[in-house]
């Protein structure tokens, strides 16, 4: 059996970073790990090859090679993968379909052959065993959660590395928090079960043996969903593991409670973390109620960011804009609060209903939903009809963006965060392709660009004021370009 495993090509987004990645010549952001994943769980005697659409384009060439496709999604992938089944259909190719994309709107796709939901561990061994009777039916579905500690590597070898920016290793799955707006909980439970600290290691040797030296992202939704097990367990043996493998950095998600807890950030600093992404959504009290982000109430957000930033880690930031409670004055509160806070990396969308949430369920209740959710929150679209006015909502939004990334205030918050991040304390080896996008930097940011003067302004102060910070600081710069030029796109500029 010949299979092809398909990963749609993502459009232009945020977290696409298809304008920064051409500054470190790679194709894209991260490689498709679930795909990979399941890839490891199919027969042994199956000829597999893996096309990433953000890598390379499906050929006809591939079409005629397979017996089958496999094709994985998430929601803002949509319309590319309908693209890639269509091409397959046309091949006359048996198509099966499974993650976040198919779990969720897999009525939406009669035109598969096959639908294997919901986790792979347990979905997806019926399927195979059904195929080899000749009796496969159309939709499958796991049984529960199931827990990770079988759940294989992933197949690196199918995967051209090189052209990832990043790679991906998942630790755990499921979130203790349940923000109604959010489906993780739908789809993987609010259990956190994880892998064996043993798998981790083998996984990151594994990873180490490509010869990969740069960074590695620990896809979980909450790294820190059992938060003992990580502090005592997990960070210290990745911290004993990485001792004598320079290059080797990580980055992450978490809840803004990792504030709380000062241990475990030093520990995490300590195995090598230097990034996580928090879901802040709103600095407003009664926004956050009403969406059930308990961990981020009555607290002080800002104090609690800039601490995390002090242990060492950067805070990547999500808010949302759209709240039944919002009033005009959000945004201007809210860009008050990215800048006060340091937030280089500010994620902000426009709240958006994804189905299986419980935020879905009452807005069509309400009869208050417009169409399907694109799955982009920030590209500045809605598919509930707001409280807001719509185009009030859409002025306040592109003002926010406007602001955040106006190279002035941009590279102002990139100055605040470098103040409260302590230097590193050992700088990764450069590579030519290091020295590659700094020339590229200097040239397309600093000659042409038309932040160059707070570029040279930022390169002058971090050269006097924190020498060792100059990479995290030329990559800000690059991100910035990315970020501009996405923002442009969405709210048209």
């Known amino acids: 059996m010949k299979v092809l495993l398909l990963y749609p090509p993502f459009p232009s987004t945020f977290w696409s970073f298809k304008h920064a990645l051409k500054f470190v010549r790679k194709r894209a952001a991260f490689p498709p ?29 591939d079409l005629r090679w397979a017996d089958m496709a496999l094709i994985s999604a998430m929601t803002v992938q ?37 639908l294997v939901l919901d986790e792979a561990e347990t979905a997806l061994p019926a399927f195979l065993a059904d195929l080899e009777r000749g009796e496969a039916g159309s939709v499958y579905r796991a049984g529960g959660h199931p827990g990770l500690a079988e759940t294989p590597a992933p197949r690196w070898d199918l995967a051209e590395i090189s052209r990832y920016a990043t790679l991906s290793i998942q630790y755990s ?12 909980t ?25 010869g990969w030296r740069g960074a590695i992202f620990f896809v979980d939704d909450n790294f820190i969903g059992d938060r003992r097990r990580v502090k005592t367990d997990l960070l210290p043996a990745i911290a004993r593991w990485r001792a004598d493998k320079p290059g080797i950095s990580f980055l992450t998600e978490a809840s803004i409670d990792l504030a709380d807890d000062e241990e475990l950030m030093h520990a995490m600093v300590a195995a090598g973390f230097d990034t996580v992404f928090v879901g802040l959504e709103s600095p407003d009290e009664a ?9 981020n109430r009555n607290r002080d957000l800002v104090a609690s960011v800039r601490c995390i930033h002090r242990a060492g880690l950067q805070v990547q930031g999500g808010f949302i804009v759209g709240f039944d409670n919002d009033s005009p004055s959000i945004f201007d509160r809210l860009t008050a609060f990215i800048q006060e806070s340091g937030i280089v990396t500010a994620m902000v ?36 009809r707001t409280k807001m006015r719509a185009s009030r909502l859409r002025a306040g939004y592109r003002r926010v963006l406007d602001h955040l990334y106006s190279p002035r205030q941009y590279y102002d918050r990139v100055r605040r965060l470098l103040r409260d991040l302590p230097a590193p304390p050992h700088l990764r080896p450069l590579t030519m392709r290091d020295l590659s996008a700094v020339l590229h930097s200097f040239v397309r ?5 038309r932040e160059r003067f707070q570029f040279w302004g930022l390169i002058l102060w971090t050269a006097l004021r924190c020498r060792r910070q100059m990479p995290l600081a030329i990559t800000l710069a690059i991100y910035g370009h990315h970020f501009r030029k996405v923002a442009r796109q969405h709210v048209g500029r």
């Open 33 to 61: 790990l679930g795909l990979l994943t399941v890839a490891a769980m199919l027969p042994s005697s199956w000829e597999l090859r893996l096309v990433d659409g953000n890598v390379r384009p499906l050929r006809a060439a």
């Open 78 to 114: 949509r319309e590319q993968a309908r693209e890639m089944i269509r091409r397959c259909k046309e091949a006359d190719l048996r198509v099966v379909a499974g993650g976040p994309l198919f779990t969720i709107e897999h009525e939406r796709f009669p035109e598969v052959d096959h």
């Open 173 to 184: 799955r499921g979130c203790p928090f349940s923000c109604d707006f959010c489906n993780v």
């Open 186 to 210: 739908a789809l993987f439970g609010r259990r956190t079960r994880s892998k064996p600290t043993a798998r981790v290691l083998a996984e990151l040797d594994a990873i180490h043996a490509l």
């Open 287 to 295: 926004s956050l109620g009403e969406c059930s982000k308990t961990q």
């Open 445 to 449: 940011l600093g000659l042409i660009g």
């Open 349 to 384: 969308g426009i709240l958006q209903a994804l189905p299986g949430t419980r935020l879905f369920a009452r807005m069509d209740e309400a009869g208050r939903l417009r169409g399907d959710s694109s799955g982009d929150n920030v590209d500045g679209s809605t598919n509930i």
